[in-house]
């Protein structure tokens, strides 16, 4: 038995959000189809975005249940989402199917190793990965902040993002 979170349900820190919308700019509505308790986002719309917040799990937070691997259609042009890690790739390629604007994914920089994903990557590679220089601390039910020097965490993580079109070569930049 593991000590993971029940649905693999960990909060994004509001200050990951911060350093994505200061790296990458987003035109036009974002879907955050794992939105949880709103962690993602409350700070994107804080920030001037428009957001359609939807989740599996009915956490209190936008519309539930809708499981996003079975829509058919986006309800935004873009999405921002931490993803379940154990569904990390069907939501990439999920995406990539069904939304034809920027897709923005936090995820273990572990995502980049492994042979199943190695296709992926081969075939459909992200536009830029952002790096957290300092480890960030993706928890539930508390979120913790880098910036006030609570908590790193014991993971590296990054934003993945992929554009409308495929990236001839990915760029990789640190947060």
């Known amino acids: 038995m593991t000590n993971r979170e029940r649905d693999d349900f960990y909060e994004t820190p509001p200050d990951a959000v911060i350093d994505l919308i200061s790296a990458e700019t987003f035109h036009g509505p974002i879907w955050e189809p794992a939105c949880g308790r709103g962690a993602i986002s409350k700070v994107l719309e804080a920030n001037g975005y428009e957001v359609v917040s939807t989740d599996l799990v009915a956490r209190g937070y936008g519309r539930s249940p809708i499981d996003f691997l079975l829509e058919q259609a986006p309800m935004a042009p873009n999405v921002i989402t931490n993803p379940p890690f154990k569904l990390a790739e069907e939501f990439v390629r999920h ?45 539930s039910p508390v979120i913790t902040s880098r910036r006030d020097g609570i908590g790193g965490g014991m993971l590296a993580f990054a934003w993945f993002v992929w554009e ?10 640190w947060l």
Not at 164 to 173: P, S
């Open 95 to 139: 995406a990539r199917r069904i939304c034809p604007g920027k897709i923005a994914l936090l995820l273990k920089l572990a995502f980049l190793e492994g042979l199943k994903r190695a296709d992926l990557f081969r075939s459909d590679p992200p536009a830029r990965v952002w790096v957290f220089s300092r480890r960030i601390a993706c928890t």
């Open 164 to 173: 409308g079109t495929k990236a001839e070569k990915t760029i990789t930049g």
